[in-house]
């Protein structure tokens, strides 16, 4: 049984934020789902991410939901995916946003914070909200390495490069497409935590994501 890292061990925040709008139900937000489960499952074999990846999961539609809150990965449960509604992408960064203030801890007098965190936004849609600004203003804080990627037709490249340091393109929503997704996600992910344990410098580079048109390298 794997021990609990101290609190005072640094930590890989990992944010991943799931359009679960009503143009994901059926294959598509099963596929996430089971995606979603085999990168907990990838990143608990691991013994580098088993030390130090947390991971949050929410959820956004017409509304902002917290699936799960930061969690050491081997605590993980996670709910099912539900998809409906419409696609809130400005309430879903400020809310991110938020949690990253609230969980992530800084640097003090007594200890070093947690390493910046990599927040993951999945979408296959527009936002239907004003998310102009909340966009910017996550971005320019400079608080967290930000993956976008966007699937399907309807996913806007320009919302997505403004998103994201890096920004990818998925050309539909069929199951094996997200499925590579997830896996990739899973392996950024782990890429970056090796990193981190052997250098004081927190790379951005991530490894070429299969199937998917980079738009932000």
């Known amino acids: 049984m794997d021990i609990e890292p101290s609190n005072m061990q640094r930590r890989l925040p990992v944010y991943l934020l799931f359009d679960c709008s009503g143009s994901m139900a059926g294959e598509p937000i099963a596929a996430m789902e089971m995606g979603l489960q085999n990168l907990i499952g990838d990143l608990r074999f691991d013994p580098v991410c088993i030390d130090s990846v947390w991971v949050s999961v929410i959820a956004f539609s017409s509304a902002v939901e917290l699936l799960t809150p930061l969690t050491w990965i081997d605590e993980v449960e996670l709910p099912p995916l539900d998809a409906s509604g419409t696609t809130s992408l400005g309430e879903a960064v400020t809310f991110v946003s938020s949690q990253i203030d609230i969980e992530v801890r800084k640097t003090n007098a007594h200890q070093k914070g947690d390493w910046k965190p990599m927040v993951f936004v999945f ?3 527009e936002p239907t909200d004003d998310w102009e ?13 930000i993956v976008a990627c966007g699937a399907g037709p309807e996913a806007d490249d320009d919302v997505l490069k403004r998103l994201g340091h890096h920004a990818l393109r998925l050309h539909d929503t069929q199951p ?3 499925a590579n997704f997830m896996q ?4 950024s992910v ?11 410098e927190e790379p951005e580079v991530l ?7 980079v738009l932000v390298p």
């Open 123 to 125: 979408t296959d849609g």
């Open 133 to 145: 600004e909340s966009v910017d203003s996550f971005h320019q804080s400079g608080k967290a390495v």
């Open 176 to 178: 094996g497409t997200l």
């Open 184 to 187: 990739w996600v899973s392996v």
């Open 190 to 200: 782990t890429s970056r935590s090796h990193s981190i344990g052997i250098s004081s």
């Open 207 to 213: 490894p070429p994501p299969p199937q998917a048109e």
